[in-house]
């Protein structure tokens, strides 16, 4: 694993604790030898992961849509900084720079971005794994939205099965590291698929 894609808020949250754990996550990384690709922001968590890797001599791949460019104010130490034209230009970037994908606490499109990695990796267009770094417990009412889908009929069990959680970003990173991608045939048995 070279390359992390780290889904996060542009703002920091209502406890401290948010931006450093974002901070120590980027610290990890370059512990690692894993560079990050991110939203390409120097604000909120996205500034803070960032930090933490490059105060400690890593190299970060921001990807950052023009129209953002100064709402979210585009971090000027980057390795690359990559200013495109759209958020699905963006998203199309890091994942295709990603090796696999961790979501850290934020918002709408924290969700959004990582949901749809998620899917690509259900429907079997990946086989990258897909993180949550559930932070002060931040992604519990996910995790629970999840076994009601589940219990309505919405969501295979296994998919569930898909997602890594951990509160803990050093236990996080070391699953990541030894992830093994799978995929489970969304419409019927696998071992029929000839189509």
Known sequence: MKR???YCGSSTGTDAIYVKEAK?????????GIDLVYGGSNV???GAVADGVLENGGNVIGVLPEKL????IAHERLTE????QTMHERKAMMADYADGFIALPGGTGTLEEWFEVFTW???????KPCALLNINNYYDPIMTLFDHMIEQGFVKPEYKELILIENDAKKLIDRLLKYEGVYIHKWGNQSTDKN
Not at 81 to 84: A, E, G, K
């Open 24 to 32: 120590k996550l980027g610290q990890l990384l370059v512990r690692n």
């Open 121 to 127: 990796a259900q429907i079997g267009y990946h086989k």
């Open 44 to 46: 909120g968590c996205m």
């Open 4 to 6: 992390l894609a780290v």
């Open 69 to 72: 460019k100064n709402v979210e």
């Open 81 to 84: 900084l990559h200013v495109v």
